[in-house]
C-alpha cells in the first residue's frame, strides 16, 4: 500500500510538473506573440521580441531578444535592442484586463543615436509616438474593446550604452540609469501607448544627459556649442 501511495505521488507529481512547464511556454508564448503584434502599433516603427518566459506561478520571468527599429530615413536598422528584459508582475492580472507589473529589470541596453542638422532618429521616433497618429493597428484591448490598462510600480534600465554614429567611426557612450516608480499607479492604470511614450521620454532625457556631458568634456566654446544642440534635437532644457 506504501509503495502504491508512493507511485501515485509520483505520478501526480510528473503531471503537475507537466502543466506546469507547458503553462509556462503557453504564457510566454502569449506575451511574445503580443509584443510583436502590438507594439509596432503602439512605437510606430518595426518591433520584434524573439521568446519569453514567464512563471504562471510567480508571475517572474524573462523576455529575450527585443530588437526596436529606427523611423524610416536613418542608416541603422534599429533604434535600440534589449537582450534580455527581467519583469515580476502579479501573476493574477498576467491574463486580466489591468496587468500589475512590480519590477521590471533592463540590464545593458544598446541605443544607436543617429542626428542630422535639426533632429535625430532617437528625437523622431519619441516625436512619432507623441504624435499619437493611428496607422490602424491592433491595440491591446480587454474582451469588451476598452484598452487594456497597465501599472508597473517600479521600473529600472541599467548598464546601457549610447552609440554615437554608425559604422567604424562610431563612439560608445555609457547612459545614466533610469529609475522610474508607479507608473499608472495614480491613475488606475495607462494604456499601453502612455506607458510606452512614459519611458520613451525618460529614456530620451538619459541620452541627452550622456550626450551632452560628452561634448561638455570638450571644455570650450565650441564643447558648449555642441552641447546645447545635443539638447535641442531631444527637445532637451538649454
Known amino acids: 500500500m ?5 507511485r501515485i505521488m509520483a505520478i501526480v507529481a510528473v503531471v503537475l510538473a507537466v502543466v506546469y512547464f507547458g503553462f509556462s511556454i ?11 503584434r502590438f507594439a ?24 529575450s531578444g527585443l530588437v526596436v527599429g529606427n523611423p524610416p530615413g536613418w542608416s541603422s536598422d534599429r533604434a535600440f535592442s534589449m537582450k534580455e528584459i527581467h ?31 535639426l533632429t535625430s532618429n532617437i528625437g523622431a521616433l ?16 480587454t474582451a469588451s474593446g476598452k484598452p487594456m490598462k497597465f501599472e508597473v510600480r517600479h521600473f529600472r534600465l541599467q548598464n546601457g550604452t549610447i552609440r554615437l554614429g554608425v559604422g567604424p567611426a562610431a563612439i560608445a557612450l555609457p547612459m545614466p ?7 499608472g499607479t495614480r491613475e488606475g492604470g495607462i494604456t499601453a501607448d502612455q506607458l510606452a511614450l512614459a519611458i520613451m521620454r525618460s529614456v ?29 534635437l531631444f527637445g532637451g532644457k538649454h
Not at 40 to 63: D, E, W
Not at 105 to 116: A, K
Not at 126 to 141: F, N, Q, R, T, V
Open 177 to 183: 540609469t533610469i529609475d522610474l516608480t508607479d507608473l
Open 87 to 117: 519583469v515580476e508582475a502579479s501573476p493574477f492580472s498576467i491574463l486580466g484586463d489591468h496587468i500589475v507589473v512590480k519590477d521590471v529589470l533592463i540590464d545593458g541596453p544598446q541605443f544607436v543615436y543617429e542626428t542630422r542638422v
Open 2 to 6: 506504501k509503495k502504491k501511495s508512493i
Open 40 to 63: 509596432p502599433g503602439i512605437i510606430h516603427v518595426p518591433v520584434t521580441l524573439v521568446s519569453a518566459r514567464i512563471s504562471p506561478l510567480s508571475g517572474g520571468g524573462t523576455l
Open 126 to 141: 519619441l516625436k512619432g509616438m507623441e504624435s499619437g497618429a493611428d496607422d490602424g493597428s491592433a491595440k491591446p484591448a
Open 26 to 36: 503557453i504564457l510566454g508564448s502569449i506575451v511574445t506573440a503580443g509584443v510583436n
Open 204 to 232: 530620451s532625457e538619459s541620452v541627452v544627459t550622456a550626450t551632452t556631458e560628452a561634448a561638455g568634456k570638450i571644455g570650450s566654446t565650441m564643447g558648449a556649442a555642441v552641447s546645447s544642440g545635443l539638447k535641442g
